[in-house]
């Protein structure tokens, strides 16, 4: 075994496990999707779980639901009468979304807004005073600076915009190695988030690497 799967399968045993619920959603996108790797999976949809409950989160802005993986891991950790606004482009996917979210019990704590999240957030986001506690943005990842600039403004103080891939396979920091187009665009992102002053960050190898920006 890779020192890293060998490591992977250690983190894993020693972080609190999944139910059958989501084994079985995991095994479906394995079985139905072509990228069933774009799913978060059980380490770090343990890691959002905590986040949102230790933030006791009434509002979490999801970007990318996919199958709906991430999007159960995120209602989990809801405060009571919390809600996830869930968006997925991906017409194809809304029915799944609907199936996954209710064999997890979760359906009455999300709602799923299909379509270009850059076109429905903004009027969603004005219209949510009390700011938003909790964000994962898990999308296009070109579009991740468009994300992050909307989101930021409407954080609560102390909320928390996770950015998931952006060690892009570790062809971030591979500078002499790798010049494609998103891995440039990954790296402007993280060079944007670094500097900003609104936000305090931290690059977390979890996984493909989360970027998780704190709301000033
Ligand atoms: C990496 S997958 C999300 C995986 C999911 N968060 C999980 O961990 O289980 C990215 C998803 O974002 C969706 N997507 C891409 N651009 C989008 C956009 N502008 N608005 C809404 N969804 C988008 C894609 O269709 C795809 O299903």
Redesign the pocket.
């Known amino acids: 075994m890779r020192p890293d799967a060998l490591l992977d399968s250690y983190l894993l045993e020693h972080t609190t496990s999944v139910d059958a619920q989501l084994e079985a959603i995991e095994r479906w996108?394995h079985l139905h999707t072509a990228?069933p790797q774009?799913?978060?999976?059980p380490y770090?949809?343990r890691l959002l779980t905590m986040l949102c409950s230790s933030l006791q989160a009434r509002l979490v802005v999801?970007?990318?639901?996919?199958?709906?993986?991430?999007?159960i891991?995120l209602a989990r950790g809801l405060a009571e009468r919390g809600m996830v606004h869930a968006?997925?482009?991906?017409d194809e996917?809304e029915d799944v979304i609907h199936k996954h979210l209710s064999l997890c019990g979760v359906d009455d704590s999300v709602l799923l807004h299909m379509?270009?999240?850059?076109t429905?957030l903004p009027p969603l986001l004005a219209s949510w005073p009390e700011g938003v506690d909790m964000a994962?943005v898990?999308?296009?990842k070109r579009?991740n600076r468009q994300?992050y600039d909307l989101l930021v403004p409407k954080m609560r103080p102390g909320g928390i915009v996770v950015v998931?891939?952006v060690l892009w396979d570790g062809k971030v920091f591979d500078e002499k190695k790798h010049h494609d187009a998103d891995t440039l665009s990954m790296r402007a992102f993280n060079y944007y988030v670094q500097r900003d002053g609104r936000t305090e960050n931290i690059l977390l190898p979890v996984r493909d690497g989360i970027m998780l920006c704190v709301v000033k």
């Open positions: 996108a990228q774009m799913l978060c999976g770090e949809g999801e970007i990318g639901s996919f199958v709906g993986y991430s999007t891991c968006f997925e482009v991906n996917l379509g270009d999240a850059l429905l994962f898990d999308a296009g579009q994300f998931d891939n």
